[in-house]
Structures are given as C-alpha cells and as structure tokens.
C-alpha cells in the first residue's frame, strides 16, 4: 500500500492568534489522535498535496520530533472563501484496534449487460468497512461480469475478506441502465407487435 510521509513540528501554542500565524507560515495545523496521546503538529502545505488531492485510500507516516506515527487521514477542513487547506485530522493506527476507513471500490470485469447495449453507471465510489490495521489496502475489489441489463449491484454482494461493511445493506453500489437506443428500440418493438 502506498505511504505519504510528512514531517511535522510539534505546536506548543493554541488559539486563534496561534494558529493564524501557523497558516500565514503557510503550514496547515493538524491533530493525531487515537494513540497513548493526541498530537498537536504543523507541517507545510505542500506535504499534504498527495494525500489531500487524490481519490486514493493511503498510509501516513507522519514525523513529529523524533517521534514517527502510522495513521490514517480522518478528516480535512477547507477555507470556505479561498479553498485553501486549513486543518487536518489523523487517526493513528495500532495493531489490536479496528479502524473505520472509507475504501474507493475499483471494479473489474466487463459486465453482461454493457455487452447486451445497455449503460454502466456507478452509484457509490467507496465502502466504510472496519477492520485492523494489518487489513487495509489500497481499494476494494468488485467484479461486474455477471451484472445483467437492468441489475444493481448493491453494498449486501460485497463481501471482502477480514472487513466488515459498516454500509447499508441495500444500498445500490453500480447498476446497468437500457440507453436511449434500447429503450426506442424496445418501444419500436413493442408497437409492431400491437
């Protein structure tokens, strides 16, 4: 699985006057919380650039005065006038705990219906699952071959290995919908036969 690494200084002061100053550094204030202690650090901005824009599910090694942390990234903030990055939140990772994630689903195969003419449209682009840490990967994996014209695919087919879907059973993950074509065609159909 692929790991961000970003170093960080540990913040001794809090506030807004504080962490004003910490943004106008053009740092971006973040939290790790979960271990023995939560962990109050800067870092650069430029650090979480390839943790924050990508639809990756990663690992974070994050270095805090000699200290180093795995986690994984929780929550962000963003400044609602200036989009820029304003906060981060990170949950460190130990072995005997379960964590919740939010994993993106990458599906494969070439799905029966798209082959019979009709349109595959995705309706949900990741899974929360919980798990131990030793268990998360990258992305979970959704095979669409047997997906027939007009079939949904929903979060109760899905069952990965050592994870437990944390979803709504019934949920609908992808489904194949009739295109404009079909549909003429099968009302084409239907008013030669009358």
Same mark, same amino acid.
């Given at each position: ?28 204030? !973040? ?48 400044? @609602? ?92 993950? !992808?489904?194949?919908?009739?295109? @404009?074509?079909?549909?003429? !065609? ?9």
């Amino acid at each position: 699985m692929n790991t961000i690494t970003i170093e960080g200084q540990l913040r001794t002061e809090f506030g807004k006057k504080a962490t004003r100053a910490v943004r106008s550094q053009d740092k971006v204030p !973040a939290v790790i919380y979960g271990g023995a202690k939560e962990v109050n650090f800067s870092a650069p901005t430029k650090a979480f650039k390839n943790l924050v824009y990508t639809d990756k599910f990663q690992l974070v090694e994050i270095s805090v005065d000699g200290q180093k942390y795995t986690a994984i990234m929780k929550d962000l903030q963003f400044d @609602r006038v200036s989009d820029k990055l304003i906060h981060v939140d990170f949950l460190e990772l130990s072995e005997d705990k379960k964590v919740i994630a939010d994993l993106p689903i990458k599906f494969v195969g070439s799905a029966a219906g798209v082959k019979a003419g009709g349109k595959f449209v995705t309706k949900l682009n990741s899974l929360k699952i919980k798990t131990l840490p030793k268990y998360l990967k990258e992305s979970i994996t959704v095979d669409i071959t047997n997906l027939e014209l007009n079939g949904n695919l929903r979060v109760e087919d899905v069952h990965p290995d050592n994870f437990e879907v944390m979803n709504s059973p019934r949920i609908p993950i !992808a489904s194949i919908v009739l295109t @404009r074509q079909l549909k003429q !065609a099968a009302s084409a159909d239907t008013a030669t036969k009358k």
